[in-house]
């Protein structure tokens, strides 16, 4: 049996640490990890900030090094505009920098809004970092492994669909290993990077067992999240 996921998910290893708060297909993702006194935010969507507060409070909040997207669906980064602004609002001093799949247009389009808003009363430093190649990233001790992976979304016709830029990232820290596959369809990208994991976090957005290009159903993210020590299945319909 799968393990039941009950929000927040939380995976500790020494002094690296996963917490997923939510990760609800159409409604949600939000994901902190810390690494020794390091920050990173991934895939925030609606609700963010107010996890984080909870969780790491202002001066943590503020020390945010990283943000990693895997795609630019609304329920993986709803949250951005308000931690960026909030950022603003508390005077955050340190820089950060925010990885996303290149081509990722919903990205772009918030921070150059937020741009135009606000840039002559910015007391830090965004710096966008489109990724086009799955060349290893390195911050504060850490190294990020982007790989792509197979996510699709409809066109107007409601029949059609395309392909969005899509990445999903593996978190190296002293030798341990998380692997999040972020939405993907059954891909052999995912299948090496989740192998041997210390932690596979594997979305089963799929609630019945005919397999398209979007999400995985459960046997097929179960088949991949046995091969790491442990998984988490996440993005299942509630
Ligand atoms: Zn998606």
Known sequence: MPPQQKYPLIWQKKNFLIKIFCSIPNIATGILIRAGNTHFVVDPGDGILRDLNKEIGTKNILNVSDAFITHGHHDHVGGIWTLITYMRVMHKQTPLSIHYPIGCVEIESIYHAFHNVYSKSLPYKITLKPIKESKSIHSHGISIKPFPVI??????????????????YKFNFNGMKICYGGDTAYCIELVKHAKNSDLAIIEAGHDEDTPDDMHMTTKEAVSIGKSAKKYFLVHVPE
């Open 151 to 168: 996510h699709r979304e409809y066109l107007n016709d409601g029949v059609s669909t395309r392909q969005v830029p899509a990445l999903g």
